[in-house]
């Protein structure tokens, strides 16, 4: 194989592994959303996203949700108002700061989270059951290393951005 070949091998087997990674993710998405919607939780998609981004922060300020969502402080305010509602989220003043608020999970928006995450894994395991030993093992080390290479690449959207 000549050294073109061998670079055009290689772009080729890029190409099928990342739509492999495209269709496999495109799966996950899948499982998430029937793993989801077939618990009869009571809230929406956005108001999952962002219970799981409060919950990822010991204490969250509007500012640092909105930013985490992707949305206008006003469309945050709105969507934490309806979580506070549910009992889901608690609001309370900053230790450091009277006039920040902060919110976090209640002990019910704990509990949703806690069960949402279980019906995810129960999903998973019942693909997982259906490979091979052997192909779990490909698959754990493949995941690792892709997780490992992707905490160290920026995006195409932040690069453009920066």
């Known amino acids: ?16 592994l990342a739509a492999a990674i495209h269709d496999a993710s495109a799966r996950l998405g899948m499982l998430w959303v029937e793993s989801y919607s077939g618990g009869g939780h009571r809230v929406s998609p956005s108001q999952l996203r962002a219970l799981m981004a409060i919950q990822n922060h ?20 709105r969507l934490c108002d309806r979580l506070v509602a549910a009992g889901l989220v608690e609001r309370s003043q900053s230790s450091g700061d009277r006039r920040e608020v902060v919110m976090t ?34 698959l754990l080390l493949s995941l690792t290393a892709f997780t490992r290479v992707g905490e160290r690449v ?8 920066s």
């Open 105 to 138: 999970l209640s002990h019910q928006g704990t509990k949703l989270l806690g069960a949402i995450e279980r019906e995810r894994r129960a999903a998973l395991a019942a693909v997982l059951s259906g490979m091979t030993p052997k192909e779990q093992e490909q």
């Open 58 to 77: 010991e204490h969250t300020n509007l500012t640092t949700l909105a930013g985490d969502l992707g949305a206008i402080m006003s469309s945050a305010s």
């Open 154 to 161: 920026e995006a195409p959207a932040q690069r453009q951005s």
């Open 1 to 16: 194989m000549t050294g073109t070949g061998i670079a055009q091998y290689a772009e080729n087997q890029s190409a099928d």
